[in-house]
């Protein structure tokens, strides 16, 4: 079946301008995941999403940084006034919501800040 | 929250077993520990997961000490496709996030 997927699969940006990153989780997935990937953070979790609800969003590194899905399903991650540092491949992944669980992962969205 | 620790590297040959260890010695009795990995510019996936007894899939064997305080990944054939980073991930209570360590990066020799 499908998997998860996210576009765009690379973006490059400005400093300064918004950027929206989207993920379409797996079917039927209620949780889903926000990470991100950097050469000096390693794998870091951003914001987790229980249906439509956010209960940990306690990875977001900035108030630039928000996230939100709609319908249970589709989420964007936006990200304002993008700075250098932001740049980062951002990785979405979602699961059943169960315990213990299995988190399927999207192939990321490679931002690029110039 | 429980800790992991892996070796940050390992080597081994196509065809022959892998043992990948992973330490979390402050785990608690109903902690699970998860295993995936990460192949080159791909987004992580899942490998195993085991609480107590030795665990097998169609990818791997997960082997956990008696004492919970260690676990060792087995591949039982490596091949090329497998070099990947491979993450031992420690529970977190109270929370369904991943959280990464720096992993064990394996390189399978031809």
């Known amino acids: 079946g499908a998997g998860v997927s996210q576009s765009p699969s690379n973006k490059v940006t400005e400093k300064g301008k918004d950027v929206e990153l989207r993920c379409d989780p797996i079917?039927?997935?209620?949780?889903l995941y926000w990470y991100r990937q950097s050469l000096g953070q390693g794998l870091e979790f951003l914001i987790y999403?229980?249906?439509?609800?956010?209960?940990?969003k306690s990875g977001l590194p900035s108030d630039r940084f928000s996230a939100e899905r709609t319908g249970g399903s589709v989420s964007t991650l936006t990200i304002q006034r993008t700075q250098q540092e932001d740049s980062a491949v951002y990785l979405c992944?979602?699961?059943?919501?169960?315990?213990?669980?299995?988190?399927?992962f999207g192939p990321g969205t490679r931002l690029t800040v110039l | 929250d429980a800790k992991t620790t892996q070796p940050n590297s390992m080597e081994s040959n196509e065809e022959e077993p892998v043992h990948l260890p992973c330490n979390h010695s402050?785990?608690?009795?109903?902690?699970?520990i998860h295993w995936y990995r990460q192949l080159p510019s791909q987004g992580p996936e899942y490998v195993i997961h085991?609480?107590?007894s030795n665990v097998n899939n169609r990818m791997a064997s997960l082997a956990i000490a008696e004492d919970r305080k260690s676990s060792t990944l087995i591949l039982h054939r490596a091949t090329l496709r497998d070099a990947a980073v491979y993450y031992c991930?420690?529970?977190?209570?109270?929370?369904?996030?991943?959280?990464f360590g720096q992993g064990t990066r394996l390189t399978i020799n031809p």
């Open positions: 992944a979602s699961s059943l919501g169960l315990h213990p669980d299995t988190q399927y």
């Open positions: 079917s039927g997935h209620t949780a």
């Open positions: 999403f229980q249906g439509n609800s956010a209960p940990d």
């Open positions: 402050t785990i608690s009795g109903t902690d699970y």
């Open positions: 085991g609480l107590t």
């Open positions: 991930i420690p529970p977190v209570q109270g929370a369904q996030k991943l959280v």
